[in-house]
């Protein structure tokens, strides 16, 4: 289990694109930094997060913080398999059940990223 911090002043990043303006812009390049380090971090403990999708991204404009969330497909560098309940949409190239590897995090966050720069 992880227990983590109540953020109050967080918002889910697909919030940012409602059609509703949201009263703080969002920072793509700290996004982008943050998560970069947070995977580092866990790669260098041989774990994938397994599921970085904008779903489990979260933004806070106080001190520009970035937040993962849903750490419920946190595996083991080539041991762990992707969950048969996952949902993939094909276009990453990854299954279900597939073993995970950290390359895969890498393959989650350009999606993110792409969606995140509107491509």
């Known amino acids: 289990m992880v227990v983590m911090e109540y953020l109050s002043n967080a918002t889910p990043l697909h919030r940012f694109f409602r059609p509703s303006p949201v009263p703080y ?8 930094d943050t998560l970069k380090k947070a995977q580092e971090l866990l790669h260098s403990k041989d774990l994938v997060f ?5 779903q489990n991204t979260y ?24 969950s048969p309940c996952l949902v993939l949409d094909g276009k990453l190239g990854l299954e279900r059940w597939q073993v995970m590897e950290k390359a895969h995090d890498e393959v989650f966050f350009k999606a993110l990223m792409k969606w995140l720069i509107g491509e």
Do not use: C, M, P, T
């Open 25 to 32: 812009l969002l920072k793509a390049e700290v996004v982008r």
């Open 50 to 54: 397994g599921n970085l999708r904008v």
């Open 59 to 82: 933004y806070s404009h106080e001190g520009d913080r970035v937040f993962l969330v849903d750490f419920d497909y946190v595996g083991k560098h080539q041991q762990s398999r992707y």
